[in-house]
């Protein structure tokens, strides 16, 4: 599973809460690299904020045991198997970074791959077009995204590379 969205994080938070109502998973998040996951409120939207600065994991419960209680950062591949990954694209005075949702084949990544789809569909926009002009099909877009006037960019630079934020990026392909 690799789902790309260019979304604003009020509208990433709103479609995570409408997820875990829908498959009835759970999300988990760390504040920092240091700090382990712990299961986020779906009535703490300040936790989110924070958490989103680093991956947040969607699972089951009863999966729960593999990653609570390790820093975050130790936390590997293996652990993560039964979890979807949703990794916040960012967001610069020029530019939005494309949001992703990943997980390797599991019941977790099926369930949430075609409920995920089927929110994107009331909620976003298909297919986006790369500065050279080739369309790709698996990145969505949403209308407060497109509204911003921002580039779209799959990773945003930082430091001293920047500015190249502000380069033609993604757009949509209608």
């Not at 997820?19 to 988990?28: D, F, G, H, S």
């Not at 996951?37 to 958490?51: E, G, M, R, V």
């Not at 409920?115 to 790709?136: F, M, P, S, Y």
Request: with cysteine; glycine share 6%.
């Amino acid at each position: 599973m690799d789902i790309n969205i260019f979304i604003k994080l009020n509208e990433l938070i709103n479609l995570n809460k409408e997820l875990i109502k829908i498959t009835n998973l759970t999300l988990y998040g760390a504040c920092s690299p240091e700090a382990s996951y712990q299961k986020l409120s779906t009535d703490n939207d300040h936790s989110w904020i924070t958490a989103s600065k680093l991956d947040l994991l969607l699972g089951d419960k009863s999966s729960d045991s593999q990653i609570l209680g390790i820093q975050q950062s130790e936390v590997l591949r293996e652990q993560r198997i039964n979890f979807v990954t949703i990794q916040y694209g960012g967001e610069d005075e020029f530019s939005i970074g494309a949001s992703r949702y990943s997980a390797a084949p599991s019941p977790t990544s099926r369930v949430v791959n075609k409920e995920l789809r089927k929110l994107l569909k009331q909620l976003a926009h298909a297919r986006v077009k790369t500065c050279n002009g080739d369309i790709i099909e698996n990145h969505f877009w949403t209308d407060d995204a497109l509204a911003c006037g921002k580039q779209w960019h799959r990773f945003l630079m930082t430091g001293i590379h920047q500015k190249r934020n502000s380069e033609e990026g993604y757009r949509p392909a209608y």
